[in-house]
């Protein structure tokens, strides 16, 4: 059942159950109201009735024209009058109750000689219901007389069948309008939502870049809306990012496989010398090497993207891992005529993985010596500032141009200047780089401009034993 028509019932039936409720209250309030009038004019009556027999010395009346002369108010036509003597028969009656007798009850007649006042309703059939008061006269303790006033209740009756037949047509107007209302209001508000539904639906049949017109109120639609916006803004990015992903690494792997595939239908087309075989096995081996190492870096960076990657979480003396690299990349320098250095090298401790943080740091020196121009120098330091260690690798080479800082650190982003300078690299080394140092809670920050040289920095918290003791 739909959101709306549900909000609807349930307001409907909240407040068709307030209404009945309501109404039946004050139904029973107003017909016990009107009924205490009654009683009371009643009362009043009797009363006077009683006090004028006092005053007359408890004469009994002979006639019914001087009873009315002396009870004007029994002329009124809405009550009637009897005198009952204590063994309950009728001494006189006024005239307007003829047309049938009303008897004296015995619970009026019994209540009468204990003092007791009496009010009562009687029905007799094809006329509206009679209330009537008995109230004993006492001299000396002993019951004279009982007088009996008596209405009929036939203006009471009509005016709660009007009532009522006003709460029965009033209550389905009420509550048909409300429910019209709560519709509306039902329907108003839940429009955005099927606004949302219908880009959800969009978005499911594949365009991600559909996003929500934002209602301009900042309620619980406004903040739903911000995030469905914000959520299919970064599946939109991330699926972005895997069909780039995909398109690049199958091109990385094409590249060599189309190699090895021309290479190895050229030989095979005529038998040649086994040297020429020889050569093209070489060469194919090479490339099989290159494939080994993108597939063992994908594998890598996707079991680390699923946080399959073991890391230990050791005190790690990077001092003495700057060296061992400094050491290594000294050996790889002289081939390719490229001077490693040190620069100032601090202490430092940082909390981690000595495997990763040792790979990381070769990356980027492997980097600066790979882009650096032949006689080129790479400048390594380590520093410490407040909490942080600071770990520099500086070359003079090819440079970055600043607008591709943020890609160099995508998965096979490779500039065209780089391609330019060399064509051995994948472009998986600096996202390796920047996951490790993710893992370390550091990152990895670039200073560099076209033909001007870079410097990366990798920048790792200390390890806390170090920290209390600072
Ligand atoms: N020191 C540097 N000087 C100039 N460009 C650099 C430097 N380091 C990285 N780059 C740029 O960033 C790109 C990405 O570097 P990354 O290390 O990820 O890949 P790569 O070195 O090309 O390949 P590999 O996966 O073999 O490391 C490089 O292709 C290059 O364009
Ligand atoms: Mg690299």
Redesign the pocket.
């Known amino acids: 059942m739909p959101l709306r028509v549900r909000l609807t019932l349930w307001y409907g039936s909240a407040l068709a159950l307030v209404l009945i409720i309501f109404s039946v209250i004050l139904y029973a309030i107003t017909a016990r109201s009107l009924r205490d009038t009654v009683d009371e004019s009643l009362e009043e009556t009797a009363m006077t009735a009683v006090r004028s027999l006092e005053a007359r010395g408890f004469l009994p009346l002979i006639d019914e024209e001087e009873l009315l002369s002396q009870f004007p108010e029994l002329t009124r036509i809405d009550k009637f009058f009897q005198i009952f003597t204590p063994s309950g028969t009728i001494t006189i009656r006024s005239p307007n109750i003829k047309q049938h007798e009303v008897p004296l009850s015995r619970t009026a007649l019994e209540a009468s000689f204990t003092g007791q006042s009496t009010f009562e309703s009687a029905k007799y059939p094809k006329e509206p219901p009679l209330r009537l008061i008995s109230v004993p006269i006492m001299y000396r303790g002993n019951l004279l007389y009982i007088v009996q006033v008596g209405t009929s209740m036939e203006s009471v009756g009509e005016t709660l069948h009007r009532f009522l037949v006003l709460l029965v047509i009033a209550i389905p107007i009420a509550l048909a309008v409300s429910l019209a209302g709560g519709w509306f209001l039902a329907g108003r508000a839940l429009r955005p939502v099927d606004k949302i539904t219908l880009a959800a639906q969009r978005i499911a049949a594949g365009d991600l870049s559909q996003r929500l017109s934002m209602p301009p109120a900042h309620d619980e639609i406004g903040r739903l809306a911000a995030t469905f916006n914000n959520m299919i803004g970064r599946l939109d990015t991330s699926f972005r990012q895997i069909r780039q992903f995909t398109s690049d690494a199958s091109h990385e792997l094409r590249t060599p496989l189309t190699v090895m595939k021309g290479e190895t239908d050229l030989i095979l087309r005529r038998p040649r010398p086994i040297e020429d075989y020889k050569t093209v096995l070489e060469s194919n081996l090479e490339e099989i090497d290159r494939m080994t190492?993108?597939v063992d870096?994908l594998l890598f960076l996707s079991r680390a993207d699923m946080g399959e990657v073991k890391v230990e979480s050791l005190p790690v003396a990077l001092e003495a891992l700057v060296e061992d690299v400094h050491r290594q990349a000294t050996l790889l320098g002289h081939d390719r005529d490229i001077e490693v250095v040190l620069g100032t090298i601090m202490p430092v401790i940082v909390q981690g993985d000595d495997l990763r943080l040792r790979e990381l740091l070769l990356?980027?020196v492997?980097?600066?010596?790979?882009?650096?121009h032949p006689g080129g120098k790479v400048e390594i330091s380590l520093l410490k500032e407040g909490q942080e260690a600071r770990l520099s690798?500086t070359?003079h080479?090819?440079?970055?141009a600043p607008a591709?800082h943020k890609?160099?650190?995508?998965?096979?982003?490779?500039?065209?200047?780089?391609?330019a300078?060399?064509k051995?690299?994948?472009?998986?080394?600096?996202?390796?780089?920047s996951w490790i140092a993710d893992l370390h809670k550091g990152r990895v920050e670039?200073k560099?401009d076209l033909g001007q040289?870079?410097t990366?920095t990798v920048v790792l918290p200390l390890a806390p034993l170090q920290l209390s003791k600072v």
């Open positions: 190492r993108i870096e990356n980027l492997e980097n600066a010596m790979k882009y650096s690798i070359d080479g090819i440079g970055i591709d890609k160099i650190f995508h998965r096979f982003f490779r500039t065209d200047v780089a391609r300078h060399t051995k690299g994948t472009g998986l080394g600096l996202a390796i780089c670039v560099s040289g870079s990366f």
